[in-house]
C-alpha cells in the first residue's frame, strides 16, 4: 500500500534486518505515524589502476573488543569530483559506527577514501533527497510495533518533491524555579510552576501548573499537591496533547535540562519519545525521539 507523509524527525536502529532509519512524521490527513526504510552505511574509496583496490577493501578486518567488523560490499560507480568523472569503490559497512573504523584501515593501506564523515541520517537523507516537511511517498504495510504512534514498514520511499507541511502541532512550554540566589542549582532547587501553551485548528491549550497555592479565578490554574505531582502532570499534559513540535525559549540551556534533573529526583522519566523512549538531555540540545524540540533562542541568536 502507498503512504503519504511528512517527515519531521529521524533517528536510526540496528536490527535483525539491517540498520533501520525511522522517519518520524505526519501523513496528509493529520495522523502522526513512522516509517521503517532499511538503509546500509557506506563511504568511497578511489580507484587505482595500479592496484587491487577491491581485494585490499575484502581484507580489512578491524577489531573492537570482542567485535570485529569487515567490509560487507563492494560496488563500482562512476563519480564526479572537481567536475572530472572518477571511478570510486562504494564500500560498504556492517554498522554506522564501523565506517570510520574500516575508513582507517583502508587509509593505512594507502587509499585515498570520501565522505566518510557525513552522519548516517544525513547520509540517508542526502541519498534519498528527502527534506524534512515535504510530502514522501512510501510504499510497503503498517505493522504491529510498540510505539505511540502506528508503525510502516517500507519498501520503498520516494520524495514527491515541492508540497510542504504548512500546518504543525506545536506546544510552548516555559517553567519557573525557586532560588534564594542568583544561580542556577538543578539538583537544589525546585520547579514552582510549569506554562504550556498550544493553538492547533481553532483549539487553544492555555494550562499553568502549580503547587503553590493561592487564591484565582483563573480557569487556565491547574494545582497539584508537590513537585512530583507538577512533573507528572506536565509530562501527562504533552503526552495527551501529542504535539508535533516542543519549544521553548533557552529551553536547550535550561527548561529541559531542569526538568529531567527534576524528574530524576524522584525516579520519574520523561518519556515522551514516540517509542517510549526518555528525554535525553545532552551538552548543547535536549532530544526526545519522534518529538521535534526547537529552542527558539538559538533562531533568536543566530538572526
Known sequence: MELLFYPLDLDYEIREEGQAIYLYGKTTDGRQVCVVDFFQPYFYVEVDPQRDVRALLNQIEVRQGETVYRVVGVEEVEKKI??????????????PKAVPLLKEQAVALGLQCYEYDILFVYRYLIDKQIVPMTLVKAEGDFVEEKRRVPTFIA???????????????MLALDIETYAKEKIVDME?????????????RGKELKKVITWKKFSTDSLDIEFVESERALLERCREVIYHYQPDILTGYYSDGFDLPYLSTRARKYGLTFDLGWDYSSLVVGQKESKITGLVHVDIFK????I
Request: aromatic letters at 16%; hydrophobic letters at 45%; a positive charge.
Open 82 to 95: 572537481v567536475n572530472q568523472k572518477k571511478i570510486f569503490y562504494k564500500v560498504f559497512a556492517p554498522i
Open 155 to 169: 519498501e520503498k520511499v520516494v520524495p514527491l518533491g515541492g508540497e510542504t507541511l504548512n500546518e504543525v502541532k
Open 188 to 200: 537544589k532547587n525546585p520547579i514552582l510552576m510549569i506554562a504550556l501553551y498550544g493553538y492547533y
Open 299 to 302: 533562531f533568536v541568536r543566530t
